[in-house]
């Protein structure tokens, strides 16, 4: 029975691999170069493969290429989410010690209130207001694809994940060069320094380039300090899932998301068996980079599903929202450094 089950199952999976492999393949394309401009042109890779992936939208339009790209832009992008777990270990994190562990966390949930506050000032709704506060709060354009995959669709949710994405890649840029130069005018210590550019910057690339910029243990403390934040982003888009299902079941018609994400499920599973050290350090450094790069794939293919008129149309309240919450994660983060012993 069991052998007949599996010869009537090969023709379907086979003509569901040969459906979705020209769109995966595009969509690998874009990010290889994207990561290959980036590492020339020292210009974030996510960036460019948004851009790329936009230059090619009409790629996902129709043809062969279209289901594969939708199949890159959610089921890559959740296992890419999934296997960040595998980069954060209890031990790790717990090497900062407590205060500065309990600083940053607060910094992130303070962060996300104040985004979810402050976005109704700006004429924004509270799925846009989630979607920007997670990413500037945890980790930039990871947290908002991963955020973006649990939030109710509509007509609008590309073009809102792509605007944030943009966003906050842009603004880590500015950050890695800015905030070592004001670290300087502060004359914080090095270690207070490598807390604030880890405690603030969102993309985990721009934190690494300004930390080690001004010293190798800068560098360590910052790395250290964002992958807290990177530990974040599973409980939040746990809770965050929790109570979009309570209201989709509240509100008539609305179609409930699953009580937790699979992804989410993963990377708590990864997260914990690293921190038991079951996960070599090789197989945990592999499944680093493949999750690096199963998310450059995948915001690849979410750029080809963009209509770029229409990014642009989400107007300048949206861009002086993202902004508002990135410098308030950097004056609560700053107020912390001053406060603590």
């Known amino acids: ?21 020209p769109g995966i393949m595009v969509a690998g394309l874009v990010a290889v170069a994207a ?37 890159s832009a959610r089921s890559l992008l959740r296992l890419g989410v999934a296997l960040l777990g595998a980069r954060i270990s209890v031990d790790l994190l717990m090497g900062l010690g407590v205060p500065l562990i309990i600083l940053v966390v607060a910094g992130v949930l303070a962060t996300i209130g104040f985004g979810l506050w402050v976005g109704k000032f700006f004429g924004h709704k509270w799925r846009f207001s989630l979607l920007t506060a997670g990413s500037v709060a945890i980790c930039g354009a990871s947290a908002a694809m991963a955020i973006g995959a649990i939030l109710p669709k509509d007509e609008r949710s590309e073009e809102r994940l792509i605007f944030t994405v943009v966003g906050v890649t842009v603004l880590s840029t500015l950050a890695m060069i800015l905030y070592p130069i ?15 550019l880890g405690g603030t910057i969102h993309d985990v ?7 080690f910029s001004i010293s190798t243990e800068t560098g360590d403390t910052a790395t250290l300090v964002k992958l807290i934040r990177v530990a974040m982003l599973a409980p939040v888009v746990l809770v965050a899932s929790l109570m979009i299902r309570a209201y989709a079941q509240a509100a008539p018609g609305g179609e409930r998301p699953p009580i937790l994400p699979g992804f989410v499920v ?17 197989l945990a450094e ?29 107007g300048p309240a949206a861009i002086a929202l993202i902004v508002v919450d990135t410098l308030f994660i950097g004056a609560f983060i700053l107020t912390g450094i001053a406060l603590l012993p």
Not at 1 to 21: C, D, G, H, W, Y
Not at 182 to 196: E, H, I, N, P
Not at 205 to 211: D, P, S, T
Request: no cysteine.
């Open 182 to 196: 004001l670290v300087s005018a502060l004359g914080l210590s090095t270690a207070q320094a490598g807390v604030f």
């Open 286 to 314: 592999f499944l680093g980079q493949t999750s690096r790069w199963l998310l450059l794939v995948a915001i690849a293919a979410v750029g080809m599903k963009t209509n770029l008129k229409q990014v642009l149309a989400v």
């Open 35 to 71: 990561k290959f401009l980036s590492e020339h042109y020292a210009t974030p890779a996510m960036l460019l493969a948004l851009l790329l992936g936009i230059a090619v939208s009409f790629l996902s339009e129709e043809g062969k290429a279209a289901p594969g790209i939708a199949f």
């Open 266 to 282: 993963a990377f708590l599973v990864l997260a914990a068996v690293n921190s038991a050290h079951l996960i070599p350090t090789g």
């Open 1 to 21: 029975m069991s052998n007949a089950l599996i010869a009537n199952a090969m023709p379907s999976l086979k003509t569901r691999v040969q459906e979705l492999f």
């Open 205 to 211: 690339a721009q934190v690494v380039g300004a930390g």
